[in-house]
């Protein structure tokens, strides 16, 4: 009997299991399909470099060329970490109507600290002390909000990278081109800035085989101070105090593990105890890695020349 009713509930557990994740599934691409189709209705001009738009005056379609900072890719838009937003969730919904109301320019757009201050689902990035930190950065302190966390987290396509990715060059690749997005392109810079970006390849000609480390490091890595709570350190310091001693990455203890491989040595260390596999499997930088067999035979020929010694101690304290 009590067999019974213990088997009829599990039962009844995972169907309603089944059936609840099953629903909670179509609930998702219900949803999805609700944004696309409301993006939609803004993509199909933001998306495009040229719009078309029917004239009541004239009584005909006209094509306009689209404000090239207000083109939208929607691959990048699905992918990044907004995109269950629909446009509107951040943008006033008056922007339906065409032409936008000018008065809708000088709406005041959410900041990331607006959203995500107390908020526990992301709790786990830290933004308090990012902005703490950013705060004290070179950029906060030459514009002010000016330079605001959207000018590197572009709202239509920032994606978390480097907590979640494995692959360390792609990380350097994405993180890189948040700040090359901007100090080698003319045009964003100037949103800033009367003169041209400077040279990066001319302003690091001091580094030998340039290309090959900024491949293998990131611009963070060199520019940001090194603090604990974060993950990725947002307090870009001035020129002067960059990294530039070639001994803090080229030895035992780079400080790399501190920054580019913090997170990868943090899983690593936990799993295998072991420093260096991170740096061993990435890259190979000159001093980090520590050859097993080499300290093991090392470790060996010392234990046999002692034994040797004792030994031949012991045969001379016997002849005599
Ligand atoms: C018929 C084409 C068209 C549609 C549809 C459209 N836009 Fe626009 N949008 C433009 C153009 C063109 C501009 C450039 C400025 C202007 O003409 O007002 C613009 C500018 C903007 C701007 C920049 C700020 C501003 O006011 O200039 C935002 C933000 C914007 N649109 C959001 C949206 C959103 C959100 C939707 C959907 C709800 C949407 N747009 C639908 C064509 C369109
Ligand atoms: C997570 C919030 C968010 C979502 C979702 C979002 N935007 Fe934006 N959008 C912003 C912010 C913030 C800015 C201003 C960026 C800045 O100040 O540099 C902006 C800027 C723009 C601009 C250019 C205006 C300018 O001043 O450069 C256009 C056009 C635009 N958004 C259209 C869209 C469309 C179309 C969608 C939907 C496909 C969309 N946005 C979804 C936050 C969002
Ligand atoms: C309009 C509100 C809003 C704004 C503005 C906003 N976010 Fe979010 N963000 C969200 C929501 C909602 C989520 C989904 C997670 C959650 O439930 O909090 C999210 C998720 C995230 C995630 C987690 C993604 C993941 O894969 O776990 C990150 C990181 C993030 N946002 C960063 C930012 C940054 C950086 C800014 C500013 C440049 C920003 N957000 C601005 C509402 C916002
Ligand atoms: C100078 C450029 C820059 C500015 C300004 C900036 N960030 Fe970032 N931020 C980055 C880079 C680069 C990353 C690494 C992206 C990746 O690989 O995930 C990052 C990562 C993050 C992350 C994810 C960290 C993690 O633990 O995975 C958050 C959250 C974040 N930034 C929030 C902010 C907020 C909030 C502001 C403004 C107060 C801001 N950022 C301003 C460049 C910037
Ligand atoms: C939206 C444009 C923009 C982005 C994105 C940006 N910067 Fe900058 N940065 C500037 C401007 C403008 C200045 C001030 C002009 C200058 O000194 O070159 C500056 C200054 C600097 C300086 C100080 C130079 C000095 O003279 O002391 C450093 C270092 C720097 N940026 C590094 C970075 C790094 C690293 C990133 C990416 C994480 C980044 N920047 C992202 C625009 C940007
Ligand atoms: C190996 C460390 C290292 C890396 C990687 C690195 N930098 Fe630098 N950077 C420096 C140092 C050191 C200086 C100061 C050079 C000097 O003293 O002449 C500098 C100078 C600069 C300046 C100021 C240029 C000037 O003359 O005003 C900017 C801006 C800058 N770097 C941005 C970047 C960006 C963007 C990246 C990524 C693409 C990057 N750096 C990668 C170490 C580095
Ligand atoms: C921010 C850390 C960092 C700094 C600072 C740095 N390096 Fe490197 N260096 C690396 C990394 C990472 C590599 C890539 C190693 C690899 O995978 O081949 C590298 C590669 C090299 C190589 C090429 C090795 C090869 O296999 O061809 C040389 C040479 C080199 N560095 C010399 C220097 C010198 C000299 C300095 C100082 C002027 C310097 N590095 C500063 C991190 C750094």
Redesign the pocket.
């Known amino acids: 009997m009590k067999n019974s009713i213990l088997i009829s509930t599990l039962i009844f557990m995972s169907l309603f299991v089944v059936f609840h994740s099953a629903f909670a599934q179509d609930t998702l691409k219900q949803n999805k399909f609700e944004n696309a189709a409301a993006n939609h209705k803004c993509l199909k001009c933001h998306e495009h470099r040229f719009y078309t738009y029917y004239n009541d005056l004239s009584d005909k379609n006209v094509i306009r060329r689209m404000n090239p900072f207000y083109v939208i890719d929607s691959a990048s838009f699905y992918k990044q970490n907004h995109c269950t937003f629909q446009c509107v969730d951040c943008h006033d919904a008056d922007y339906a109507k065409f032409p936008h109301n000018g008065q809708l320019q000088m709406e005041e757009m959410p900041t ?2 607006d959203c995500h201050e107390g908020d526990e689902n992301t709790a786990k ?1 830290h ?1 308090e002390n ?2 703490k930190e ?1 705060k004290a950065s070179i ?1 906060f302190k030459e514009f002010g909000s000016n ?1 605001s ?1 959207w ?3 572009n709202p239509h396509k920032y994606k ?4 979640k990715s494995k692959d360390i060059s792609k ?1 350097i690749i ?2 890189n081109e ?2 090359l997005s901007c100090h080698s392109k003319e045009i964003n810079f100037s949103v800033l800035s009367d003169s041209a970006p400077k040279n990066m390849i001319a302003a690091h000609d001091w580094l030998p085989n340039q290309k090959l480390h900024f491949q293998h490091v990131r611009c ?1 890595d060199c520019h940001a101070k090194v603090q604990n709570g ?3 350190d ?1 307090d ?1 310091l001035p020129k002067g105090k960059a990294v530039k001693k070639c001994v803090n990455c080229h030895s035992k203890n780079t400080f790399l593990m501190a920054t580019l491989y913090k997170f990868q040595s943090r899983r690593h260390r936990s799993k295998f105890g072991f420093l260096n596999a991170t740096i061993l499997n990435n890259s190979y930088v000159i001093g980090a890695n520590r050859n097993y067999i080499l300290n093991v035979v090392s470790v060996v020929l010392f234990a046999l020349v002692i034994i040797v010694l004792i030994i031949h101690g012991i045969l001379r304290i016997i002849k005599k």
């Open positions: 990331c600290i990035f933004f990012i902005y950013y950029h330079f966390c000018l590197c987290h978390v990278t480097a907590r990380v994405y993180d948040m700040c963070l974060t993950m990725v947002h870009i």
